[in-house]
């Protein structure tokens, strides 16, 4: 139940939140951003709704001792503003902005088969290999010096 | 063009809401993708079956949807675009340690000063992207 079942369920919800606010659809995420032109600002209305209901769901959830299933919120810790933050953020938006597709919108569009969305996540998904590899060897480098 | 669908989109909104609420009280974990599917990429992490679970229900919504309703979708992006463009936004939520839910929702949500941070800048970059490809060197 807590291992396979209620995380499907809370990913159908997710999902069906994607395809419902219109973020599945790449031509409307890269409309949102294009003021200048064929502008469509329904984006900030699916953060509006996204961070309403987060908002006021965390105050209640995060008061109770820890998670029905058992363990404790695992909540970053981070405080500091450091340069792969920015920098890595900065990236991201360059790639989204060629795209259209976020992480969280691209997995739901798999689901439509779209031949688009698969090109898109596997380019993602080496994307991310090649970020963990650098990371890596960064942080070889580093143990070496120290 | 797309359609301006301000009532569908804040309740789409909302369902990416009660998600992201439902796995912070059932599971205590943040509903940030690019931490979920970082998770299972090998070598995975040893909780990676309720990730894997959170992506197939991901997945399975659409097809579970396609029985009554299909959302609209096109992509501008010539496909040979989607690689670099994938690419980057693989690179970027690794070293920026999340993306538009996990910062954008649920960072924001709980008014972290990293995931603001993290917001503004990709909102911004995607937006000065997007104004360069569309109208200043005439692309999609």
């Known amino acids: 139940m807590e291992r396979f079942l209620s995380p499907f369920l809370i990913g159908l919800i997710f999902g069906a939140g994607i395809a419902v606010s219109g973020m599945i659809n790449p031509a409307k995420v890269l409309n949102f951003f294009d003021v200048a032109g064929t502008w469509d600002p329904s984006l900030a209305f699916v953060m509006g709704g996204a961070l309403l209901v987060t908002f006021i769901g965390y105050r209640l959830v995060l008061k109770r001792p820890g998670p029905i299933f058992g363990g404790s919120f695992q909540l970053p810790t981070r405080k500091e503003i450091d340069r792969p933050l920015v920098v890595g953020s900065a990236i991201f938006g360059i790639g989204w902005g060629v795209a259209g597709f976020c992480p969280g919108a691209s997995i739901p569009a798999l689901g439509l088969f779209q031949p688009d969305a698969y090109v898109f996540v596997a380019a993602m998904i080496a994307g991310i290999l090649i970020a963990r590899a650098i990371r890596r060897s960064l942080d070889a480098r580093r143990a070496l010096q120290v | ?140």
């Open chain 2, 1 to 140: 063009m797309t359609e301006f669908t301000p009532l569908q989109s804040f309740a789409g909104g909302a369902l990416i809401g009660l998600a992201a609420v439902l796995l912070m009280a059932l599971h205590g974990r943040i509903a940030g993708l690019s931490g979920i599917l970082t998770g299972i990429l090998p070598p995975a992490a040893s909780d990676w079956p309720w990730r894997a679970s959170f992506l197939a229900g991901a997945v399975a919504a659409p097809i579970l949807l396609a029985l009554v309703w299909t959302p609209d979708f096109s992509s501008p992006t010539p496909r040979v675009w989607l690689i670099p463009g994938g690419l980057l936004v693989g690179i970027g939520i690794f070293f920026g340690s999340g993306c538009t839910s996990g910062h954008g929702v649920c960072g924001n949500a709980r008014l972290s000063v990293r995931s603001i941070t993290a917001t503004l800048t990709f909102m911004a970059t995607a937006g000065i992207t997007v104004y360069l490809i569309r109208h200043v060197f005439g692309g999609f």
